[in-house]
């Protein structure tokens, strides 16, 4: 199955290590270098067409790959619990 992040951006659950919220997230100095270090490396990929509320973690053949979501958590939790294609 996959998981619509929006922007009809579409990532294969089983490629998703973790979503997290970003404001309570970013708070973290960890958090924020480990977000600046992707960003660096070009790892991240912004899907949000407004402000980002989350990002979402992915592991695929290619490597780590870190999404900006305008999406909030608890909507992608529950695309991600129904199973459905968005």
Known sequence: MYLH???????????VVGVFDLDNTSQSHLTRK?????????????VAEDIPKSFVV???D?????YLSQMA???LLKRANENTLY
Request: hydrophobic share 35%.
């Open 5 to 15: 992040l929006g922007s009809g951006f579409l990532v294969p659950e089983k490629s």
């Open 34 to 46: 480990y977000l600046a270090a992707a960003e660096k490396s070009g790892h991240v990929i912004n």
């Open 58 to 60: 992915c592991q695929d």
């Open 62 to 66: 290619d490597g780590m790959r870190v």
């Open 73 to 75: 958590t608890q909507t």
